[in-house]
Nanobody
Framework: QVQLVESGGGLVQPGGSLRLSCAAS????????MGWYRQATGKQRELVAA???????NYVDFVKGRFTISRDNAKNTVYLQMNALKPEDTAVYYC?????????????WGQGTQVTVSS
């Protein structure tokens, strides 16, 4: 089983910064990608950013230029540096790990960490 533990959420003023971390542990064999999703109240969960095992990154338009995803492969940890935060970034942020085994993909999720952007 795979466990994901997130940290780094909190309350920040508009224009501020936060850094989220997600450490993966357990029986991990072949990580295809790690990433961050978010879910605001009353909305569906949506992709924020992802980083593949080879280092390729993918960002959704509304965070490009403001958020940076990075990964420490040795520690199975993924980070999300969030700058120039806006009130609309307020959401629960979830870490995702996608593992690929024998041609099948398996998704694992963290428990979520709250990010609130407010003055």
């Amino acid at each position: 089983q795979v466990q994901l533990v997130e940290s780094g959420g909190g309350l920040v003023q508009p224009g501020g910064s936060l850094r989220l971390s997600c450490a993966a542990s357990g029986s991990i064999f072949n990580i295809a990608s790690m990433g961050w999703y978010r879910q605001a109240t009353g909305k569906q969960r949506e992709l924020v950013a992802a980083i593949a095992s080879g280092g390729n990154t993918n960002y959704v338009d509304f965070v490009k230029g403001r958020f940076t995803i990075s990964r420490d492969n040795a520690k199975n940890t993924v980070y999300l540096q969030m700058n120039a935060l806006k009130p609309e970034d307020t959401a629960v942020y979830y870490c995702n790990l996608q593992e690929q085994l024998f041609g099948r993909k398996y998704n694992y999720w963290g428990q979520g960490t709250q990010v609130t952007v407010s003055s």
